[in-house]
């Protein structure tokens, strides 16, 4: 479930110095001057953007105008969701959560195989809950990292990640032993 949105505005809501529409403005404008198409964008899309088009079109249309991938520097303004945030600016998370945009949510799950409904996002709610803790241990540092609990994924897998790290280093076989996405690494990471 897409909870970001509603995530963000309740801290800005709680905690914030600013208005909601003020914290979108950075955002907004990113979308419509479009991010920059650096050297590793080029070569992903270039080696793996034939099936974008068909799997996701507006991605496509986005940094492939015409099939053709933009140019490294260039900009790739992403209208489409300009327009969404310059909504969700105004209406605040509703605009994603109901009316037209939940629709295209709901349609965009389905044609991939997911089950995400317009009706389901218009009901989401935020739930507070106790972050995850992990000190990770750096190059003589502790570093206090907190992150986001389950039912979230992201919050957990990093977690696994810095302890797998801070052990693999214990035994002086920590991740940057190996050539980052070398097969080694790889394989490390995936454990």
Same mark, same amino acid.
């Given at each position: 479930?897409?909870?970001?949105?509603?995530?963000?505005?309740?801290?800005?809501?709680?905690?914030?110095?600013?208005?909601?529409?003020?914290?979108?403005?950075?955002?907004?404008?990113?979308?419509?001057?479009?991010?920059?198409?650096?050297?590793?964008?080029?070569?992903?899309?270039?080696?793996?953007?034939?099936?974008?088009?068909?799997?996701?079109?507006?991605?496509?249309?986005?940094?492939?105008?015409?099939?053709?991938?933009?140019?490294?520097?260039?900009?790739?303004?992403?209208?489409?969701?300009?327009?969404?945030?310059?909504?969700?600016?105004?209406?605040?998370?509703?605009?994603?959560?109901?009316?037209?945009?939940? +629709?295209?949510?709901?349609?965009? !799950?389905?044609?991939? @195989?997911?089950?995400?409904? =317009?009706?389901?996002? &218009?009901? /989401?709610?935020?739930?507070?809950?106790?972050?995850?803790?992990?000190?990770?241990?750096?190059?003589?540092?502790?570093?206090?990292?907190?992150?986001?609990?389950?039912?979230?994924?992201?919050?957990?897998?990093?977690?696994?990640?810095?302890? +797998?790290?801070?052990?693999?280093? !214990?035994?002086?076989? @920590?991740?940057?032993?190996? =050539?980052?996405?070398? &097969?080694? /690494?790889?394989?490390?990471?995936?454990?």
């Amino acid at each position: 479930m897409p909870g970001e949105i509603a995530g963000l505005n309740a801290l800005v809501s709680k905690w914030g110095n600013r208005t909601w529409s003020q914290d979108m403005e950075p955002a907004i404008a990113l979308a419509t001057t479009g991010p920059m198409v650096t050297k590793h964008v080029k070569m992903v899309l270039t080696r793996f953007g034939k099936d974008l088009p068909t799997l996701v079109p507006e991605f496509a249309a986005d940094w492939m105008p015409g099939g053709t991938v933009r140019a490294e520097g260039e900009r790739a303004p992403r209208l489409k969701l300009a327009a969404t945030l310059q909504a969700i600016a105004a209406q605040g998370p509703k605009a994603l959560y109901e009316g037209q945009t939940a +629709a295209a949510i709901e349609r965009a !799950a389905a044609s991939a @195989g997911g089950s995400v409904t =317009a009706a389901e996002l &218009g009901q /989401y709610k935020v739930i507070e809950r106790d972050p995850l803790h992990v000190s990770h241990h750096r190059d003589g540092h502790i570093r206090e990292v907190y992150t986001m609990p389950p039912p979230s994924a992201g919050g957990l897998m990093l977690v696994q990640a810095i302890v +797998a790290d801070d052990l693999w280093r !214990a035994k002086g076989k @920590g991740l940057e032993r190996d =050539a980052w996405n070398s &097969g080694p /690494y790889l394989h490390r990471v995936a454990e």
